[in-house]
């Protein structure tokens, strides 16, 4: 990846359409799955959703595996998709961006009344 991929993003859409195609190689409910696992790592994404890359690629290796097994998407994943999707981007508890934000927003509030008081 080069200085100007990574600057337009470029690099990413790449990705996503790569993981689109290799999605819509999977049964019905495969793909089901794989729009809610999408769905449910979207808040634990950073600010480019660069860190959600390898997350991605490896549900839906997991996905594709399962699949050509034979598994059903429910033996594979269980009933609780956000609860999966929680564990892969770092387990319960884990920052999304609201929490960073908030942190954000918290301190820039201190920092302001710091200098108010002082």
């Known amino acids: 990846m080069n200085f100007w991929e990574r600057i337009t993003g470029s690099d990413l859409t790449r990705e996503?359409?790569?993981y689109e195609a290799r999605a819509g190689r999977l049964p019905a409910d495969y793909r089901a799955a794989w729009e809610q696992i999408k769905i449910n790592l979207f808040p634990y994404a950073g600010f480019s959703g660069r860190n959600l890359t390898p997350i991605l690629d490896a549900a839906l290796g997991l996905l594709e595996e399962a699949s050509a097994e034979?598994?059903?998407v429910r033996e594979v994943l269980g009933d609780d998709i956000p609860?999966?999707?929680a564990a892969l981007a770092g387990g319960q508890g884990a920052w999304t961006?609201?929490?960073r934000?908030?942190?954000q927003?918290?301190?820039n509030v201190a920092r302001k009344l710091s200098q108010l008081g002082g």
Do not use: H, S, V
């Open 97 to 99: 961006y609201r929490d």
């Open 105 to 107: 927003l918290n301190e």
């Open 70 to 72: 034979g598994q059903n």
């Open 101 to 103: 934000w908030r942190q």
């Open 16 to 18: 996503a359409k790569e």
């Open 83 to 85: 609860g999966f999707c």
